[in-house]
Nanobody, 114 residues
Framework: QVQLVESGGGVVQPGGSLTLSCAAS????????MAWYRQAPGKQREFVAA??????NYADSVKGRFTISRDNAKNTVFLQMANLKPEDTAVYYC?????????WGQGTQVTVSS
């Protein structure tokens, strides 16, 4: 059974930084590329960043500000976020790429506000 547990969210001022973590259990981490997604209030969940075979891919809105990485020994995926903007406010989730619909975790809330 796949379990994804996101953490590291919080409230930060515009221009600030946060690092999110996602601990994965089960085979998802070793079988699939991993990605981060987010869902802002009143909006659909959207792709943020992915890591596959050492290559990264980012949504245009976060390119140059966010960095995805992974620690294979700990089955953990990270999302380093810098120069945060109010429009980055959302619940952030990790999952496979493409996402496994039965594997969404609870997510972690990121709020960017002055």
């Amino acid at each position: 059974q796949v379990q994804l547990v996101e953490s590291g969210g919080g409230v930060v001022q515009p221009g600030g930084s946060l690092t999110l973590s996602c601990a994965a259990s089960g085979s998802i981490f070793t079988v699939y590329p991993m990605a981060w997604y987010r869902q802002a209030p009143g909006k659909q969940r959207e792709f943020v960043a992915a890591l596959h075979s050492g290559a990264t891919n980012y949504a245009d809105s976060v390119k140059g500000r966010f960095t995805i990485s992974r620690d294979n020994a700990k089955n953990t995926v990270f999302l380093q976020m810098a120069n945060l903007k109010p429009e980055d406010t959302a619940v952030y989730y990790c999952n496979a790429l493409p996402p496994l619909q039965d594997s969404w975790g609870q997510g972690t809330q990121v709020t960017v506000s002055s």
